[in-house]
């Protein structure tokens, strides 16, 4: 069983809105830190956003602020990106990723820092 799951994105054109949706088990979930990575086609992957769902504490990458939310929904262990005024930057393979531990605060950023990944799911961005 997969520790965590991701899923949603698709293709929207610039200016659009996506969600996708990370569901953790029951053990990923709980006082965690879950974040979101994205990796462009040729470049290296990249942090997006995170929260620490023991008190919902969130943290965004500069490029996003202000287009992407994070948030948490504990009857479903599930954390959700809402991607909003999307950009063709954008555009790439986004990662549900959980730490194993909560304290996402000078962590979230490094890949390494989260023992769970999901496979995986495609956003892209047309201009």
């Known amino acids: 069983q997969d520790q965590v799951s991701d899923f949603g994105g698709g293709s929207v054109q610039a200016g659009g809105s996506l969600t996708v949706s990370c569901i953790a088990s029951?053990?990923?979930?709980?006082?965690?830190?879950i974040g979101w990575f994205r990796q462009a086609p040729g470049r290296e992957r990249e942090a997006v956003a995170a929260?620490?769902?023991?008190?919902?504490?969130?943290y965004y990458h500069d490029s996003v602020k202000g287009r992407f939310a994070i948030s948490q929904d504990n009857a479903k262990r599930t954390v959700n990106l809402q991607m909003d005024s999307l950009r063709p930057e954008d555009t790439g393979t986004y990662y549900c990723a959980a730490r194993g531990q909560n304290f996402c605060a000078g962590r979230w950023m490094f890949e390494h820092n989260f023992a769970y990944w999901g496979r995986g799911t495609q956003v892209a961005v047309s201009s």
């Open positions: 929260i620490d769902t023991a008190d919902g504490s969130t």
């Open positions: 029951e053990y990923t979930y709980r006082g965690n830190c």
